[in-house]
């Protein structure tokens, strides 16, 4: 059974600091992978999808890479702004359809001005 | 540009009364979901729909119908709200097939069973 594990829980960094957030997976028959954000009482916004022939996917700050061998996926955020500050969770699709998501339980970061 | 819209925002209900959270969408996607979110379980998938006139049943099915009207609408119905029920509800779509697209999520639905 696939099962998505994003560590740390929570992280506090300062303001401009670049951060990188995790997420593991166990099984690496995934068709794709997804990131999103979500902030207090809304719903999720995706950020970036890499699909399984993929590396990496990059939009402004944000770079998502995989590793579908190792079961890795790493967000990476330059330059964090308080504006960052929200959960982030990825889910990977595990059949073709996208019918099957599992969703991790997300890292929910703190930036500081 | 709307999205996923989803209704109402909000909601109490007492034991046993019945509701339906309203679903629809404006990108053509022809896979939609519902899923509920609890503090500590993460998002866990209650119904699916893969295309129109097409529904499966998710992790956590029991206790809600679904209904997928056409391809723009999927509705979830409480037909006798439990308070285990009490949860954010969240619609989501996206196409599925050879090249899944990205998942677009509703804003969510509060619903509070007494």
């Known amino acids: 059974k696939q099962e998505v594990t994003q560590i740390p829980a929570a992280l506090s960094v300062p303001e401009g600091e670049n951060l990188v957030l995790n997420c593991s997976f166990t099984d690496s028959a995934i068709y794709n992978l997804q990131w999103f954000r979500q902030d207090p009482g809304k719903g999720l916004t995706s950020l970036l999808l890499?699909?399984?022939?993929?590396r990496e996917q990059t939009s402004g700050r944000l770079n998502a890479s995989l590793d579908k061998s190792s079961g890795r996926s790493t967000l990476y955020i330059a330059a964090s702004q308080p504006g960052d500050s929200a959960t982030y969770l990825c889910?990977?699709?595990?059949?073709?359809?996208?019918?099957?998501?599992?969703f991790g339980k997300g890292t929910t970061l703190s930036v500081s001005s | 540009n709307a999205g996923v819209t989803q209704t109402p925002k909000f909601q109490v209900l007492k034991t046993g009364q019945s509701m339906t959270l309203q679903c629809a969408q404006d990108m053509n996607h022809n896979s939609m979901y519902w899923y509920r979110q609890d503090p500590g379980m993460g998002l866990r998938l209650i119904y699916y729909s893969a295309s129109e006139g097409t529904t499966d049943k998710g992790e956590v099915p029991n206790g809600y119908n679904v209904s997928r009207l056409n391809k723009r609408e999927f509705s979830l119905r409480l037909e006798s709200a439990a308070p285990s029920q009490t949860s954010v509800y969240f619609c989501?779509?996206?196409?599925?097939?050879?090249?899944?697209?990205?998942?677009?999520f509703g804003e969510g639905s509060r619903l509070t069973v007494l």
């Open positions: 989501a779509s996206r196409n599925s097939g050879v090249n899944t697209g990205e998942l677009f």
């Open positions: 890499i699909q399984s022939s993929q």
């Open positions: 889910a990977v699709s595990t059949n073709q359809a996208g019918t099957a998501l599992i």
